[in-house]
């Protein structure tokens, strides 16, 4: 068999054949034009050092190099693509000689899908192909980079999640990437779905749930079959494995959002593992500084935790006009590593130091930016709207089960952000939510807690973490800039 399927490949015809992404046509490649005509320049260019593409799990790397090998392939005397999954060039001689008598045979294209093999199996591969010849333009295809010398990476990055002004439009919205592909893939299999004015702002938030993820996104319209996208918005809430799907549904080897997640943590000693997990504390940007300081590690040692993560894909960085960097963790990997450390016992020690961290670096009293006085202001907060119960103490009414620990985890980051004092614009902008998603988790998060106001749902997390609380009468907005003015940039 794996003669038959190299040698398919090997001949360098682009007609259907065998693996993943020879069972007939593809779906749509939608939202990838730049990344795919960046990579045809780099392949066709004088530069012949082996191409790496990388990304998270689930951002669609197979799909993108499947679509390279049918568009580039004709260009060169040979073409051979060759899924390591199901070819162990390692374990059988004869798949070796294969890719080797390709890659030395005039100009050739080898793209190898490295799949799930670890990258100990692939690199000496790839170093060894990319010696046979010069004429040779290697394409890998692997989460991590190989560590080659010469080798050249392109990081694939989520498709484009709506801002606030694209879910404000209804035609801008449907022009969004990943609005578009969730579109594409609903109507396979719900013709009759449609964007409209009643549903725009649970697609833009559901698709910013999603972390633009390709994969995320397939098994989310594989739910939208019998699902609307505020049910599935809600079903996430209760479980994130509620993504899952079919063969059907997706060429991914990966049919449930779990599992593609855990792959990103293979390899990792527990104990690694929950050290890095321990970076989902973060709801927002955090630098090394955070990390050191919440972890209580050496600079040193927040240095190669924040290496690790990013070599596995597990946090994206944010440039920043000093030259510094921010790092942060998409929302599907953050419950993710939250659920492992909550199965571990480990997530409250984590939130409990990483208040510690910010009562050690946040003055208890700031000035107003402008330096007037506080204003006047009652307990009621004006951002929530009606609905919410009055007359509800301070603390925790008797009769009402602390519900801190009832929470999902959207409601919990939202309570976290409230507590650290920002608006619920703020809120919005930190989680990538639409501000009425913020305002109606928030009006749950006040239900569940028994709380009238955003500065007792700030004293009851206070609380809870054994921080001092804030008195009941200080306006929700002179609360936000005594708590956050210097450490927004921390914010769990």
């Not at 921010?326 to 599907?332: A, C, D, I, V």
Request: charged share 25%.
């Amino acid at each position: 068999m794996l003669d038959d399927g190299l040698s398919w490949y090997v001949r360098g015809h682009l007609e259907a054949g065998g693996g993943r992404h020879g069972r007939g046509p593809l779906a749509p490649l939608l939202g990838r034009a730049a990344e795919l005509s960046e990579m045809t320049r780099q392949l066709t260019s004088d530069d012949t050092g082996p191409l790496t593409l990388t990304g998270p799990v689930g951002v669609g790397k197979s799909r993108l190099a499947a679509a390279v090998f049918r568009h580039l392939g004709s260009r060169f005397e040979r073409a051979c693509l060759a899924e390591l999954d199901t070819v162990d060039p390692q374990g059988d001689g004869r798949a070796a000689d294969l890719l080797h008598t390709a890659a030395a045979d005039g100009t050739t294209l080898l793209v190898l899908d490295g799949g799930t093999r670890p990258r100990r199996e692939i690199a000496p591969l790839v170093a060894r192909l990319a010696c046979a010849a010069d004429g040779t333009r290697i394409l890998t295809v692997t989460p991590r980079a190989l560590g080659l010398y010469g080798e050249r990476r392109l990081p694939l990055a989520p498709l484009a999640v709506p801002t606030s002004a694209d879910a404000a439009d209804l035609q801008r919205l449907g022009r969004v990437p990943s609005v578009r592909l969730l579109l594409d893939r609903t109507r396979s299999v719900r013709p009759g779905f449609r964007l409209s004015d009643g549903n725009r702002g649970a697609v833009a938030e559901l698709t910013r749930r999603l972390d633009g993820l390709p994969l995320a996104v397939e098994l989310a319209a594989a739910r939208l079959k019998v699902a609307s996208p505020a049910q599935l918005l809600r079903e996430l809430d209760a479980s994130p494995d509620a993504l899952r799907g079919t063969p059907a549904d997706t060429t991914s080897a990966h049919l449930t959002m779990g599992r593609a997640l855990e792959q990103s943590w293979q390899g990792l000693a527990p104990g690694r593992r929950e050290l890095l997990a321990r970076v989902a504390v973060f709801a927002a940007s955090f630098d090394a500084d955070d990390v050191a300081g919440t972890l209580r590690l050496s600079a040193g040692q927040a240095h190669g935790v924040l290496d690790e993560l990013l070599d596995r894909n597990l946090v994206v960085s944010e440039e920043q006009p000093d030259g510094g960097l921010r790092f942060r963790m998409p929302g599907l990997t953050r419950a993710h590593a939250r659920a492992f450390l909550t199965r571990r016992d480990a997530w409250e020690p984590v939130c409990r130091g990483h208040a510690a961290y910010l009562l050690r670096h946040t003055p208890t009293a700031l000035p107003l930016p402008d330096g007037g006085p506080r204003p006047e202001a009652g307990p009621r907060d004006p951002e929530v709207p009606d609905g919410v119960p009055e007359g509800v103490p301070d603390g925790v009414p008797e009769g009402v089960p602390d519900g801190v620990h009832s929470l999902t985890p959207r409601e919990q980051e939202v309570a976290e952000l409230v507590a650290e004092g920002l608006t619920n614009r703020e809120v919005a902008r930190q989680l990538g939510i639409a501000e009425w998603t913020a305002v109606n988790t928030l009006r749950k998060v006040m239900r569940k807690l028994g709380c009238p106001s955003r500065v007792h749902v700030a004293n009851r997390l206070r609380q809870t973490d054994g921080r001092p609380t804030v008195p009941p009468d200080r306006p929700a907005r002179g609360h936000a800039q005594a708590a956050t003015a210097p450490t927004r940039r921390a914010v769990a």
